[in-house]
């Protein structure tokens, strides 16, 4: 038996890798797309691992922020065209989204979300990172929304994230052109709040989950739901449900539960 032999036989043998890791360091949850030999393109399997990751997010009291990052040489680059055509029929994948909605369990998680994005970062990809409250980029970062081009429309909320995250022009563009644009143009677009070197992303991406950690879970979750909710609203209902979740802030603050929270949530003086 040769040493090739012998090397793909212990390949084999290994157990594959999970689509998702999922990490706690301290407060701080980081989730990692975890299919680099596909660029992380996401399949049914990468779907049901991101949703019970940001589930156990969501109903983790001592998470106070979480990263979304891709392994290998690419942020995402969108759904696996390999499973297309393969995968559940419309009513079984409408009834799957509607059990599983990953999106919309990213969107409204009660913590603040950073989305550190390098190589590709195309479609669905893109997608999850405008669902993030915070995006920041690699130098060698990558963006398009390919999908009108290929006969489709983006399907992970890009037509409706884009044109409140972005200039309208600039949401137009991209979802209906497909154009590619570079880390320093998302930055003048507002795609991105930072760009920085590759070597350095995952520390600028600790460096603002550190930071946002620091803000109480129940207030971040308040501000959250208020500028969303706010965005389907005239002006005058969102100062009413601004007024609203302050109030409710604040009566829950004036509680004995409450005090004790937000003394444990807050940051420790030295």
């Not at 032999?5 to 999922?22: D, E, G, N, Q």
């Not at 029929?89 to 009660?110: E, K, Q």
């Not at 550190?210 to 109480?216: F, I, N, Q």
């Amino acid at each position: 038996m040769t040493a090739t032999t012998i090397a793909a036989a212990r390949k084999a043998s290994r157990p594959p890798s999970p689509p998702v890791l999922f990490e706690k360091r301290g407060a701080i949850a980081w989730i990692t797309l975890n299919r680099p030999d596909r660029l992380n393109a996401y399949n049914v399997a990468m779907r049901d691992a991101l949703y019970a990751a940001l589930t156990a997010v969501h109903r983790d009291p001592e998470v106070r922020a979480m990263v979304l990052r891709g392994a290998g040489p690419a942020f995402s680059t969108g759904g696996d065209v390999s499973e297309f055509g393969s995968a559940p029929s419309p009513i079984a994948a409408r009834w799957i989204r509607f059990r599983r909605d990953v999106w919309g369990r990213l969107r409204t998680l009660p913590v603040p979300t950073v989305a550190a994005v390098h190589g590709f970062t195309v479609g669905g990809g893109l997608e999850m990172a405008l669902l993030c409250d915070v995006a920041i980029a690699a130098d060698d970062a990558r963006f398009c929304l390919p999908e009108t081009g290929l006969g489709m429309i983006p399907g992970v909320a890009g037509t409706q994230t884009a044109t409140r995250r972005l200039p309208f022009g600039w949401a137009l563009d991209l979802n209906l052109t497909g154009r590619w644009i570079d880390a320093d143009r998302a930055l003048f677009i507002g795609l991105v709040a930072d760009v920085v070197p590759r070597r350095a992303l995952d520390r600028a991406a600790l460096g603002m989950a550190r930071s946002l950690s620091r803000l109480p879970r129940e207030r971040v979750a308040c501000a959250k739901f208020a500028v969303w909710e706010g965005l389907d609203a005239s002006l005058a209902e969102g100062l009413d449900l601004e007024r609203r979740l302050a109030a409710r802030l604040g009566n829950f603050l004036k509680a004995p539960l409450g005090k004790a929270a937000a003394m444990r949530s807050s940051p420790r003086r030295r």
